[in-house]
């Protein structure tokens, strides 16, 4: 179920309250951030994983003794 019109911005309207109109652009900024560095860290994890995924599939040769 999808917040309505009214619902959204009432809360607007507590956050403003809360933190104030001059914190509100630092309060998203921040957000973003946080939001830019989960997705680096699943990408990272997704990467190591099918990196895992491959040596596991993929044995080495032996090497030969000379």
């Not at 917040?3 to 403003?16: M, R, T, Y």
């Not at 946080?34 to 860290?41: D, L, P, Q, R, V």
């Amino acid at each position: 179920m999808r917040p309505g019109l009214w619902q959204i911005l009432i809360i607007v309207a507590l956050i403003a309250i809360l933190f104030g109109a001059k914190k509100i652009p630092e309060l998203a900024r921040s957000i973003g951030k946080a939001k830019g560095e989960f997705k680096k860290g699943l990408a990272e994890g997704e990467q190591e994983e099918e990196s895992a995924a491959e040596g596991e599939k993929k044995p080495e040769p032996a090497k030969e003794l000379a």
